[in-house]
């Protein structure tokens, strides 16, 4: 199993910049940061393959960036141009099955605790 420990979260205005780190143990073809608001699914944010490009859910693109930082065992996710819409709790994930790396949060075995991110108008 992956152990994952996320941080970074907080508060901030509205156009501001959060950056979440996720301390990981090993990492795996397919990880992703993952976010849940009350009364809703835990949905993708942003895919990270390390066999092909990053990929970013449609309300992510151009405004956050995940990488992986090998050398802190790392997997990041920048966010710039927040808004209350992106308030909720984030949490990073493993998928550690070969093969594609699916968007559904069902396809990943690991999580972390998650972090919150609470973005003011």
């Known amino acids: 199993r992956v152990q994952l420990a996320e941080s970074g979260g907080g508060s901030v205005q509205a156009g501001g910049s959060l950056r979440l780190s996720c301390v990981v143990s090993a990492y795996t073809r397919c990880m992703g940061w993952f976010r849940e608001s009350p009364g809703n699914a835990r949905e993708w944010v942003a895919i990270?393959?390390?066999?092909?490009?990053?990929r970013y859910a449609d309300f992510a693109e151009g405004r956050f960036t995940i990488s992986r930082d090998a050398a802190k065992s790392t997997l990041d996710l920048q966010m710039d141009s927040l808004n209350p819409g992106d308030t909720a709790w984030y949490y990073c994930g493993a998928d550690s099955r070969p093969g594609y790396c699916f968007e559904n949060a069902g396809s990943y075995q690991d999580w972390g605790q998650g972090t919150q991110v609470t973005v003011s108008s």
């Open positions: 990270s393959d390390a066999k092909s490009d990053p």
